[in-house]
């Protein structure tokens, strides 16, 4: 798994981590069941304070993406298979979109919209 974030970028750096490895299991690189990196592997390869990839860690496991197990790290759980089957049509989405000429800021709170309407 690669993880990306842009140390200067003002979106928080947990919220990167966190964007990265759903962007990494929307784009079917990583699957339910898979194991992520610990957080002190993630920490040191990032050059963050552990707390941070915990934190984005928890995020995950908060929505459900992220199982942690004790002694056996964070591991994708069955939600991974939801996501990735819905990454074409979030790509096909994003480009009508931008077709369209549309913020990504714009698209992204009509998706929030959308989300909340249906729940």
Do not use: C, W
């Not at 069941?33 to 304070?49: F, H, K, Q, T, W």
């Amino acid at each position: 798994m690669l993880v990306n974030i842009d140390p200067a970028s003002d979106r928080p750096i947990f919220h990167q981590i966190a964007d990265s490895v759903r962007s990494d299991v929307a784009a079917g690189r990583s699957r339910a069941g898979d194991r992520l990196p610990s957080a002190r592997e993630l920490a040191a390869a990032l050059d963050v304070n552990v707390h941070t990839v915990l934190h984005a860690y928890q995020d995950l496991r908060d929505e459900g993406l992220v199982e942690l197990r004790r002694g056996r790290g964070a591991v994708l759980t069955d939600a991974a298979r939801a996501l990735s089957t819905i990454h074409d049509d979030i790509a096909a989405l994003a480009a009508k979109a931008t077709a369209a000429g549309l913020h990504p800021e714009t698209l992204s709170a009509l998706v929030k919209e959308a989300s909340r309407a249906v729940q």
